[in-house]
C-alpha cells in the first residue's frame, strides 16, 4: 500500500496556534513524510495513519507467525477482538503475534495492530485494498504522561486513497485538558480539480479552572483543495454557521446525521483500563 500525501503541503509552523479548531484541523490534513515528519506529526494525522499501516504491515509479514503452523489446517483462522471497543465484532486473522494480527480475503487486507511506546498505547484496527484504493481504519491513541497530563484521540477515516475522498470522525478529550474537540468531515482533500472541497463540522468545549466548562456551537470549516498552511492561518477561528457555508454538493446533509464522537472522553481511551483487561495484548 502506498501512502498518499495531503494537499495541505506545509509542516505545521511553530508558531501555529494550538488550542484552536484550525490547528486542529491542519493538523488533522497535513502532509506527512516519512522519516522528515517522525516524531513532529502523530497519529492524529489520517496521512501519518495510512503510512503507518504500510510501515507495520510490511514488517508484520516478516515476524508473525501464519495460525497453520499452530493448528495445522492451511485454510486456519483465529477471531480475535480488539483491545479496544470499536464497535465491531472479531476479525478472523490468519497470521498473529501479540501485537499485530493480518488476513488477506482477495484484494483486501485486514489488520490489527497495537503499540505502547513509552506512556503511549494505542490500536489501529481496519482494512484496505490496494487494487481499488478503499480503505476503512479506526485508531485510538492515549498517551498518559500523568493522571493531570495526557493526549487522547480516536481518529475514524472511511474513504479512498486513489480519489482522496475521505469520511472521517475525530475528538482529542481526556477530560481534563483545556480543550476537548470532536469533528466530523467529508470531501476531497486533494485533487486537480479546482471545485474539490472539504467540509468539516466542528464541536468543542473549553475549561477555564476545574469547573468553568462551556460548550460551544457546532460550526462548520470548508477548505478547498488548494488550501495551505497560510489560508487556515487566515480562516476565521471560530468557522461559520451552516446557512454561511457554500456547500454546492451539499455534504452538510451527510456531516448532520454522522454522531460526533463525545467530548467527555468516553468514546476514546483516556486510561489503560478503557482497553480490555488493561491491556493491549491480543488475546485469542
Known sequence: MKAKTSSLNKVMADSFSAGTPTYMIFNTFQEYVFPRDEGRIDQSNIYKVLNDINVMYNQAMDTITPVVTAVGDSNATVAIASPFDFGTLPQAFSFTSDNCALHKSG??????????IGPGY?????????????????????????????????????????????????????GIGTIAV???????????????????????????????????????????????????????????????????????????????????????????????????????
Open 122 to 174: 494505542g490500536v489501529l484496527q481496519g482494512c484496505f485494498n490496494d487494487s481499488t484504493g478503499d480503505i476503512r481504519v479506526d485508531v485510538v491513541d492515549c498517551v498518559l504522561y500523568s493522571d493531570q497530563n495526557k493526549y487522547c484521540t480516536r481518529l475514524s477515516i472511511s474513504g479512498n486513497q486513489i480519489t482522496h475522498h475521505f469520511t472521517v470522525k475525530f475528538v482529542s478529550a481526556d
Open 182 to 284: 470532536s469533528f466530523v468531515g467529508t470531501g476531497v482533500s486533494k485533487s486537480d480539480n479546482t471545485e474539490d472541497y472539504f467540509l468539516i463540522k466542528y464541536n468543542y468545549l473549553t475549561r477555564d479552572g476545574a469547573t468553568g466548562i462551556t460548550n460551544h456551537d457546532a460550526r462548520y470549516y470548508r477548505f478547498n483543495v488548494a488550501a495551505n498552511e497560510d489560508s487556515l492561518r487566515a480562516y476565521p477561528v471560530n468557522g461559520f454557521a451552516k446557512e454561511d457555508i457554500a456547500d454546492p454538493r451539499n455534504y452538510s446533509s451527510l456531516l448532520d446525521t454522522m454522531t460526533m464522537f463525545k467530548l467527555d472522553g468516553s468514546d476514546n481511551a483516556t486510561k489503560l483500563s478503557d482497553f480490555a483487561n488493561g491491556s493491549i495484548k491480543l488475546t485469542y
Open 107 to 116: 484484494d483486501t487486507i485486514f489488520v490489527l495492530f497495537t503499540w505502547n
